[in-house]
Structures are given as C-alpha cells and as structure tokens.
C-alpha cells in the first residue's frame, strides 16, 4: 500500500488579490489622512522666508547704516529703504532678495505692532500710472515695520495663516529686540 500524501496546499490567486486590495486600501487611507492633517509645507516654507527676510532686511540696515522698513499689504509684503534725498520710503531695487512677495493662493498675513493689531489693504490692481501718480504712491507708502540702522526695531508680530484650516506660524519681537519665530499653531487663533 502507497501512502498518498496530501498535497500542500497554499493561497488561491484570488485570496492573495484580496490581501493586496486590502493593504493598498489601508496605505491609501493613511496617505490621504496624513496629507490632510499633517505638514503644511506651503506654509512652513512662506513662514520661514519672512523669518529669514527680517533677519536678513535687520542685519543689512546695521551693516549698511541704512533705515529699512516692512511693509505689508493683504496676501503681500516688501522691503522698502528710506532715501534721505528725495525723502521717501523706497523699494529695495538694488537687493532681488529684498524684493516684493506675494503669498500663494490661501495664505495670508495678519500683522500687530505695538500691541495694535493693523488692518492691511488690498493691493492696487496693476494700471498704467503718470509719473506724478507714482510719486504720490511712493510718498503714501510708510512702512509698517521700522528697521532702523542700529538694529532696533518696531515691536511687532506677524502671523503667516492659512485662509480655509486653522493653521498658523508666528514671528515677534521680543524684549531683547530679537525676533523669534513660534513653531505652527494648529486650532483656535
């Protein structure tokens, strides 16, 4: 007498399909979960180019013994110097770092100084502009913001958000006249 062994017997193809449906849908739902609650690289990379640009705009004004100044309006920032000659707060033509910078679509600013919190306006939608029309605008620009040669500067804090979730990153001054810039907030503002 033969004594038959049973054959061994393993997954069909249909089980083994399963058990990567299931898998794929299970990576699938932690990927969208974390691209939903998680970094918000957008505004982490925003947030730390103003840092960076403060810092940068404060160290220039000590080294150059130039007046710097922010100055913001809704959804955009620049640098502006303060030109003794003609005196009047102008852009920062000669420095592309200092340049003017619009937020992505879904970001914005909110600035306090002094403990007041400003309300920014809307930009000026881009016409053709009379030299004279120019000029008034570059005298009406004051900065919000006043980096002087000596390092100090206006109290202020600037809060980069994101329009939609509650999500924010936070530069101040401090009492040392150091600027700090606060990890991102998530929730209540």
Partial sequence: MRKGRRPARG???VELMVVVL???M????????????????ELETEGDRAFSLINYA????????REFGLFL??????????????S??????????????????????????????????????????TEEEKEREDRDRIPHVMI???GDLTPFELTVERDDVERS??????????IEAQPMQEGRR
């Fill in 88 to 129: 009047v707060w102008r852009t920062v033509d000669e420095d592309d770092a200092l340049r003017a910078r619009k937020l992505p679509e879904g970001l914005k600013l909110r600035l306090v100084v002094e403990g007041r919190e400003v309300v920014l306006r809307r930009p000026e939608p881009e016409t053709r502009k």
């Fill in 22 to 24: 299931i898998i794929g």
């Fill in 26 to 41: 299970l990576a699938a739902a932690v990927v969208l979960s974390v691209g939903i609650t998680g970094r918000d690289r």
């Fill in 11 to 13: 997954f069909t193809l």
């Fill in 58 to 65: 404060r160290e220039k004004a000590e080294l150059q013994t």
């Fill in 73 to 86: 309006r809704e959804g955009e920032y620049e640098f502006l110097t303060y030109d003794p000659r003609r």
């Fill in 169 to 178: 990153i936070t530069m101040a001054s401090n009492e040392d006249g150091q």
């Fill in 148 to 150: 002087f040669s000596n």
